[in-house]
Nanobody, 123 residues
């Protein structure tokens, strides 16, 4: 049973940076990976995804140019570098493993989830 554990969240001022990490107890090789976030009272949305080779990525316009997803399959880790953070980026961030080698845009296309890490951006 693969488990995902996120780390790196915290409190940061607007304009600052954070790097989230997701450590997998099992393999990530061969699977797409994604990062979602959920703010209070809102849906859990995909904000970064990468296919199994790392050759294809996705970012919504809200984070494009500020966030970067990366993976190290040798270490079974997936990272999310977040720059130029804004108060609207405040949310719980979740790492997830896709059901396939690619990535989807919906929650039900991911089968393994971490417990989440809180990111709070102050103005």
């Amino acid at each position: 049973q693969v488990q995902l554990v996120e780390s790196g969240g915290g409190l940061v001022q607007a304009g600052g940076s954070l790097r989230l990490s997701c450590a997998a107890s099992g393999r990530t090789f061969g699977y797409g990976m994604g990062w979602f976030r959920q703010a209070p009272g809102k849906e859990r949305d995909l904000i970064a995804a990468m296919n199994w080779t790392g050759g294809s990525t996705y970012y919504p316009n809200s984070v494009k140019g500020r966030f970067t997803i990366s993976r190290d399959d040798g270490k079974n880790t997936v990272n999310l570098q977040m720059n130029s953070l804004k108060p609207e980026d405040t949310a719980v961030y979740y790492c997830a493993r896709s059901k396939s080698a690619g990535f989807g845009f919906e929650r039900n296309e991911y089968e393994v989830w971490g417990q989440g890490t809180q990111v709070t951006v102050s103005s």
